[in-house]
């Protein structure tokens, strides 16, 4: 059955927000509503209002979808971890006097500086409002966040030969945060995720 004009422009307005493969779902179900509108007598035209009325803005069906964003989800989740796996290093880098390590200074700052855009990337995901935006910080953010970790571990094991407790602490907090990091890249939500 042909579309309406105010169904498609409805469906475009979500586009411009939501992945295709959320969009398509929505329009099945749209179109499945128009259809039970049609079947109850409706005309073409009052079938389509009432549909795209049931459905509701496209703003609220954008926020919905932005709330249940994966990579919002996962922003939050590193959010709420990120201090206790930071305080394990900050015992680990006090303990073993990581102001004397030969590490250049400008690398602790390269480090410092991405540490605090990450936490900037994992903040706009978790409050962000635009589907596409949360989706793109999260990612970005999740991924950074395991490169600072697998750097933190490697710099220290080469540092290190022999780690203490609050190392080998330290470096557990980090592995795994990165093997969640991986599930969430690989797992069930990665496709969600990287729409």
Do not use: K
């Amino acid at each position: 059955m042909a579309e309406s004009s105010l169904i498609t422009g409805y469906l475009s307005a979500l586009s411009a927000q939501l992945p295709a493969s959320v969009v398509a779902e929505l329009a099945d179900g749209l179109d499945q509503t128009r259809q039970h509108y049609l079947d109850q007598g409706l005309s073409p035209d009052a079938a389509a209002e009432a549909a795209v009325a049931e459905f509701g803005p496209p703003r609220l069906i954008v926020v919905a979808f932005t709330s249940l964003n994966p990579a919002r989800r996962a922003a939050r989740r590193l959010l709420a971890t990120g201090p206790a796996v930071g305080a394990c290093w900050a015992g680990a880098l006090i303990t073993t006097r990581a102001w004397a390590w030969p590490v250049p200074t400008a690398a602790r700052i390269v480090f410092g500086l991405t540490l605090v855009t990450v936490v900037g990337l994992l903040a706009a995901a978790a409050l962000g409002s635009s589907y596409r935006f949360v989706r793109r910080a999260g990612t970005a953010g999740w991924a950074s966040i395991t490169a600072l970790d697998v750097t933190m571990v490697v710099t220290v094991l080469l540092i290190i030969p022999a780690p203490a407790w609050p190392v080998v602490v330290a470096i557990a907090a980090s592995m795994t945060r990165i093997a969640w990091s991986a599930q969430v890249a690989v797992g069930t939500d990665s496709a969600s995720i990287n729409t």
